[in-house]
């Protein structure tokens, strides 16, 4: 789609798409960040208390599906689902 420097300038004008509905959920997303950066699986175990955030913003802000973020965190889709639905 382009270089990192042309999405940084995009993602103000990206960012207000992902409210609008009739645009397709691929469109609205395009600038959401992976599921291994947003919870920097590279550093280790998080607090739960944060990883039960970094789940509600995965999910209500960047439209990730339980069963997107149960894969990359590598528990049950039902576990996410009691921590988004508590």
Do not use: C, W
């Amino acid at each position: 789609m382009g270089t990192e420097a042309f999405l940084e300038k995009l993602k103000d004008i990206l960012y207000k798409q992902e409210e609008i509905s009739e645009i397709p959920r691929i469109q609205r997303f395009v600038a959401r960040p992976s599921l291994t950066d947003l919870f920097n699986i590279e550093e280790g175990v998080l607090p739960k208390s944060e990883r039960n955030r970094l789940i509600q913003e995965a999910h209500v802000k960047h439209g990730y599906s339980l069963k997107e973020i149960s894969n990359v965190l590598h528990v049950h889709y039902t576990t996410i689902s009691k921590v988004f639905y508590r």
